[in-house]
């Protein structure tokens, strides 16, 4: 079964993500937000658009990115998101801070399909240890605790929506 982000925990994140990497908080758009959210269970005629775990997490990213949903760090909680979603399904990134930083700038030009997308997390998404999997209760929601870092290989100045 898969599990999905949701608007609460997109918020939280978004929040945290601000107070500790700077920025302007605030959301332009809760509707869009949830519609955002809804984009990786699409289904159409009874079969889903995104079927992939994978899939699910590229049109999460390339959505939250893409949309402008927030004032400032729509490339940081893209990309914090796509990472949560797959944590929150057993799965863990292995990429390194310039893999996720060129990602994320090439979302964001549009650099990339859809299916590029895809392609780039099936090759980087590997299962997560989690030994506590066992103990932890049924249903019981996966807190991701992670400190954010993206910043540019180079230096540079932060932007109105730096990654």
Aim: charged content about 25%; overall charge positive; hydrophobic content about 40%.
């Amino acid at each position: 079964m898969i599990r999905y982000l949701n608007a609460q925990e997109v918020l939280h994140l978004h929040q945290r993500t601000i107070e500790r990497t700077g920025g302007r908080a605030g959301l332009r758009d809760a509707s869009l937000l949830e519609a955002v959210l809804n984009r990786p269970r699409a289904a159409f005629g009874g079969a889903e658009v995104h079927p992939t775990l994978a899939a699910k997490a590229a049109v999460l990213m390339y959505s939250l990115v893409l949309n402008h949903l927030f004032v400032d760090g729509n490339k940081r909680i893209g990309l914090l998101c796509l990472e949560a979603f797959l944590r929150l399904n057993g799965m863990r990134l292995e990429a390194g801070p310039e893999e996720r930083y060129r990602l994320v700038l090439d979302v964001a030009s549009e650099s990339l399909t859809m299916d590029a997308i895809r392609a780039w997390v099936e090759q980087h998404a590997r299962p997560a240890p989690s030994p506590s999997r066992e103990t932890r209760p049924s249903g019981a929601r996966t807190r991701v605790r992670r400190r954010l870092t993206i910043t540019s290989p180079a230096s540079q100045p932060p932007g109105d929506d730096a990654p």
